[in-house]
């Protein structure tokens, strides 16, 4: 008989046996996509990923790279492709990413416009849209390192990532006449975000949209690529094949290309590429554990290294005496 109260596995446990997963899928599955199932270049992008997380900088390198060599995926032309549906879905640049069926049963559509939204401006034609998130604001957060603080000018990828003061939507509720963001904010807000806000329609219902979720994009495995690269070359590169790389996602955003790469750089690149797309939090842990905290603390909390982790609940820990609660808490 098993035994099903286990102890605590280790951080590094868990992560070979991610990486045993992902190196069997690599290998197991197949190269050609079909969307909606995993692919052998999706297990390689998420395993490239894992081992960036961990500062694995030659196996990110070379799964990044095989799948970049594979011909398989190339960047949408325009960034806004990627956010306004249909074209959002299954595209030339979608790596992974879960499907969602809107308007069908409960829980099988993507709930994010009903939190990300603006509140009471009648964008979803429904009850929801409470903007329960919303962008740091220099007014509130530290200057200098909130979500508009951050932009080059005339980055497109700031318009599809942040609804600000007169941004007009001409996709958003087209039977309306569009929809521009009021002068003064909304719900509160000075800014909302925009992307996975798609309005109404036919297939839009309470919490509920049938926009796809993305999971990993192609520019994400270039990024992942540079940022590999770079490091190898202790934190600067001038390898122009890998700057222009990611000059294809600059130029794709209608911003002036780079001559060389470095840390800075590259994080600032994939906090505007990825921006509301859950990819920061383990942007900001790769930086080790010091500096999560100081970068943290920076927007008004007071905490410690032990907020780095949630608590585990009362009830599970009730359950199976075995483990043990995390420190802090």
């Known amino acids: 008989e098993r035994d099903l109260l286990l102890p605590r596995s280790s951080v590094a446990e868990i992560y070979a046996f991610i990486k045993a997963d992902l190196t069997t899928a690599a290998n197991g599955l197949p190269l050609e996509r079909n969307f909606g199932r995993a692919t052998s270049g999706a297990a390689k992008s998420f395993l490239a990923s894992v081992h960036l997380t961990l500062r694995e900088f030659e196996p990110a390198r070379d799964l990044a790279l095989e799948v970049i060599n594979s011909g398989v995926y190339s960047l949408m032309p325009d960034y806004g492709d990627l956010w306004v549906h249909p074209t959002s879905d299954n595209n030339s640049e979608s790596v992974f990413e879960v499907q969602y069926a809107g308007c069908e049963s409960w829980g099988t559509g993507n709930p994010r416009q009903a939190f ?36 080059e000018e005339n980055d497109t990828r700031r318009y599809w990532s942040m609804m600000e003061p007169e941004n007009f ?38 919490m509920s949209t049938a926009q796809n979720s993305s999971m990993m994009r192609y520019s994400e ?17 001038l390898n122009q094949s890998v700057v222009d790389l990611v000059n294809t996602i600059r130029t794709r955003a209608e911003v002036e290309p780079l001559e060389f790469l470095d840390r800075e750089k590259i994080e600032l690149e994939r906090r ?15 930086k080790g554990t010091d500096q999560a905290v100081e970068l943290m603390r920076l927007s008004g909390r007071t905490l410690d290294e032990t907020k780095l982790l949630f608590p585990i609940p009362a009830s599970e820990l009730e359950i199976n005496p075995n483990l043990e609660q995390n420190p802090g808490y």
């Open 116 to 151: 990300f939204a603006p509140w009471n401006q009648g964008i979803t034609k429904g009850t929801d849209g409470w903007g329960s998130l919303v962008p740091t604001d220099p007014g509130q957060d530290n200057p200098g390192m909130t979500a508009a603080d951050i932009w």
């Open 221 to 237: 495995v270039i990024l992942i690529y540079a940022e590999a690269v770079t490091e190898l070359s202790g934190g600067l590169s």
């Open 272 to 286: 505007r590429e990825f921006m509301f797309e859950s990819k920061r939090w383990f942007d900001i842990l790769r």
């Open 169 to 206: 939507y001409p996709t958003l509720n087209p039977g309306d006449g569009g929809y521009t963001y009021p002068r003064d904010g909304a719900g509160g807000a000075s800014r909302n975000i925009k992307k996975y806000v798609i309005g109404g329609g036919s297939n839009v219902c309470f």
